[in-house]
C-alpha cells in the first residue's frame, strides 16, 4: 500500500462525520488564502512606505483585518478539529474491536493478543494524530503550496523559478530517504510487536515464569529484543537526520539565492523593493509549509508500518461468517446430526473424516477415543467455531451454515475445561450467560451449580473482582460459576468439553451433580472421562485418529470387545468419584 492511499485510506475513516469535515476543509481554504494575502499586503506596505505613504494605514488596516480572521477561522479548526478526531479515535477502537472479537479461532491463533493489543492502541493513536494534524495543517500547506507557486509565477517567473527549485529539492530528498530506509522501518515494527508478544507471554504466564525462576532469562530476551530494535532503528534515524540537513541547507540557499537575483532584477528596474519583499515572505512561507510538509511524510513514514498492520486486520475476512439471507435460527428441539463430516485444519492432515451421527433432542452423546481423536474439532463445528470441508451439520434440519452465527450459538450453551473467567466481578462473568437475568435466576442458578457457598464466604460476595483468567479462584470454583452462567444462557444444546478433567474427586463429584442438573430436557454432549458419565449415555461416539470406529451403548460396546472395551481394560475413564461428605 502506497503512501498516498495508506493517507486516503486514514481520511476515508472520517466519512461518517463528512460535513464537518468538509466544512474543516473548506475553512482551511480560508487560511491559506491568509497565508497568501500577508506577504502581499507586506510588500504592499513597504512600497506605500517607500513613496508618499498615503496609502500605508489603509494597507495595514487590511493587513490586521486579513491576520484576525485568519485567526478566528484558525481557532474554530483547531476546535472542531479536536473534537472531530477524539470521537473518530473511540469510533476506530470500537471498529477494531467488534472485528477483531469476531473473527474465528483460527485468526486468533494466528495473532498473540499482545500483539493484537499493540497493533490496536499504536494504530489507533496513529490515526488520532494523523486526523489532527490534517485538519490543522496538513490540508493549509497542501493548499498553500498549490496557490503559492502559480502566482509566484504570475509575480516574476525568474524568482518563481528559484522557489521551484526549492520545491523539485524537498521531493527529491523525502523520495530517495523513504525508498532507502522503508524495509528497515518494517523490520523494527516488527521487533516491537515481538517485544509486545514477549511481555504479554510473561504477563500472562506469570505463575509459570516465577516458579521456574525464569524472570532473569524471560528480562535478557526481552534486552535483547530492545536492542536489536535499537539496531535496526539507528539507521534509519540517520537517514532521516540526514534528510533534515539537506532540506535546510536547500531552503537557506533558495533564500540567499531570492535575496542575490532580487537584487540584480531591481538594479535593473524589474522589481521593486517591496516586491522583493513579498517574494521572500513567499519563499519563507514556502519553506515553514515544506518544513511542515517534511515533518507530515517522516511521520507518516515511521506510522505507515503500524497503520498498515491496523488495516491488514480490518480487512481480514472470516471464513465464519452469515451468508447472504441467513435465517434467523429460533429455539430448538435440539437434534443434531452430522452427515459425512470432514474436517482438517491442515489440509493435508485432516481432524476429521467422513464423520456421521444423530443426536435425538434430549439425550445424551459421550465422546471417547484417545488424546487427539477429534473429539473436540468434532463439537467445534457445532457452534461453528470451523465449517467442515465436507459434509454438513443440522440441528432441527437446518445447516448449521445457514443460519445466522448469533442465533446458533444462541442455542448452544458450552462449558470448557478452562473456564474462561473475565477480569471482572463475579456477577458481570455470571451476567455473560445472560445479561439480562434477574437477581432471583441469579441466586437459583448460583445455587443449582453448588456455588452459593463459596460465593458467600467471598469478602464481597457477587461483587468479588475475579482476577485475570480466574487466578484468584480455584478450578473448582471456576467451572461451578461457568456452570452457573450456562444455566442462566439456558440453551436447548449443552457441550461439556472435558469440563471435570482436572478437578479432584471431591470437587469432581460436587461439580457433577451440577452437570446432572444442568443437562436436564437438553441435547447434551459431553467429552467423557468419567465412568457414570459414559455409562449413562444414550450414545457413546468412539473416536480414533478423527475417524467414528464405534458408536452404541454403554454395555454394547463393552460386548464387542474394540476400542471401547480396551480403553475401558486399561483404566482411560476414572472411576466414579464418592460423593463429598461436607
Not at 351 to 371: C, K, M, W, Y
Not at 487 to 505: F, G, H, R, V
Request: charged residues 20%; contains cysteine; neutral net charge.
Amino acid at each position: 500500500m502506497s503512501f498516498l492511499r495508506l493517507y486516503l485510506r486514514v481520511i476515508g475513516l472520517l466519512a461518517p462525520e463528512r460535513k464537518l469535515a468538509i466544512t474543516l476543509a473548506l475553512a482551511n481554504l480560508a487560511l491559506a488564502g491568509v497565508f497568501f494575502l500577508e506577504p502581499v499586503l507586506f510588500g504592499k506596505v513597504v512600497d506605500a512606505l517607500a513613496g508618499n505613504g498615503g496609502a500605508a494605514p489603509r494597507l495595514i488596516a487590511l493587513w490586521a483585518g486579513v491576520g484576525f480572521a485568519g485567526v478566528l477561522a484558525n481557532v474554530w479548526v483547531s476546535l472542531h478539529a479536536d473534537r472531530l478526531a477524539h470521537r473518530r479515535r473511540l469510533a476506530a477502537i470500537a471498529l477494531f474491536f467488534e472485528h477483531a472479537a469476531s473473527m474465528p479461532l483460527s485468526f486468533h491463533g494466528e495473532y498473540h493478543t499482545g500483539r493484537l493489543s499493540r497493533i490496536m492502541n499504536v494504530g489507533v493513536s496513529n490515526l488520532f494524530n494523523l486526523w489532527l494534524s490534517f485538519f490543522r495543517e496538513h490540508l493549509a500547506t497542501l493548499l498553500s503550496i498549490i496557490v503559492m507557486v502559480p502566482v509566484a509565477l504570475w509575480l516574476n517567473w525568474k524568482l518563481a523559478l528559484l522557489m521551484i527549485a526549492l520545491l523539485v529539492c524537498f521531493s527529491v530528498f523525502n523520495a530517495i530517504a523513504v525508498q532507502r530506509t522503508h524495509k528497515a522501518q518494517g523490520e523494527v515494527e516488527e521487533l516491537h510487536h515481538e517485544i509486545a508478544t514477549r511481555a504479554g507471554d510473561v504477563f500472562g504466564n506469570v505463575t509459570v515464569v516465577q516458579s521456574f525462576t525464569r524472570l532473569a532469562a524471560e528480562s535478557r530476551a526481552l534486552r535483547e529484543l530492545m536492542s536489536r530494535t535499537l539496531n535496526a532503528q539507528y539507521p534509519v534515524l540517520r537517514g532521516w537526520a540526514i534528510l533534515s540537513v539537506l532540506n535546510r541547507a536547500a531552503s537557506t540557499l533558495t533564500i540567499v539565492a531570492i535575496f542575490a537575483v532580487g537584487a540584480a532584477l531591481h538594479a535593473r528596474g524589474e522589481i521593486s523593493v517591496g516586491g522583493i519583499v513579498s517574494f521572500v515572505g513567499f519563499s519563507m512561507l514556502l519553506i515553514g509549509r515544506l518544513e511542515q510538509f517534511a515533518t507530515f511524510l517522516s511521520n507518516l513514514f515511521f506510522q505507515s508500518q503500524s497503520l498498515r498492520d491496523f488495516f491488514t486486520v480490518l480487512d481480514r475476512t472470516s471464513e465464519i461468517a452469515d451468508k447472504p439471507g441467513a435465517m434467523v435460527l429460533p429455539r430448538v428441539r435440539g437434534e443434531v446430526v452430522f452427515d459425512h463430516v470432514s474436517f482438517g485444519y491442515d489440509p493435508v492432515q485432516p481432524a476429521l473424516h467422513d464423520l456421521s451421527f444423530r443426536a435425538a433432542p434430549g439425550s445424551t452423546i459421550a465422546l471417547v477415543g484417545p488424546t487427539g481423536a477429534g473429539k473436540s474439532t468434532a463439537l467445534s463445528l457445532l457452534y461453528r467455531a470451523y465449517d467442515p470441508s465436507a459434509g454438513r451439520v443440522t440441528i432441527d434440519g437446518h445447516d448449521v451454515r445457514d443460519v445466522t452465527l448469533e442465533s446458533l450459538r444462541q442455542n448452544i450453551g458450552v462449558v470448557f475445561q478452562d473456564a474462561g473467567m473475565f477480569y471482572r466481578s463475579i456477577l458481570d462473568n455470571l451476567r455473560v450467560g445472560n445479561p439480562a437475568a434477574d437477581d432471583a435466576a441469579i441466586a437459583s442458578a448460583v445455587a443449582a451449580a453448588e456455588a452459593a457457598t463459596f460465593i458467600a464466604r467471598k469478602p464481597e460476595g457477587l461483587e468479588t473482582m475475579v482476577a485475570e483468567r480466574g487466578r484468584s479462584l480455584s478450578g473448582g470454583e471456576r467451572q461451578r460459576l461457568a456452570i452457573a452462567r450456562a444455566m442462566l444462557k439456558d440453551a436447548p444444546i449443552l457441550i461439556l468439553d472435558e469440563a471435570t478433567s482436572a478437578l479432584d474427586n471431591a470437587t469432581e463429584a460436587r461439580i457433577q451433580r451440577a452437570l446432572d442438573r444442568l443437562t436436564i430436557d437438553r441435547t447434551t454432549f459431553v467429552i467423557a472421562h468419567r465412568l457414570s458419565t459414559v455409562r449413562d449415555a444414550d450414545l457413546i461416539l468412539v473416536l480414533d485418529q478423527g475417524r467414528l470406529v464405534e458408536q452404541g451403548r454403554f454395555h454394547e460396546l463393552l460386548a464387542r470387545g474394540g476400542l471401547f472395551a480396551r480403553l475401558a481394560e486399561e483404566g482411560k475413564f476414572v472411576a466414579d468419584a464418592q460423593a463429598p461428605t461436607a
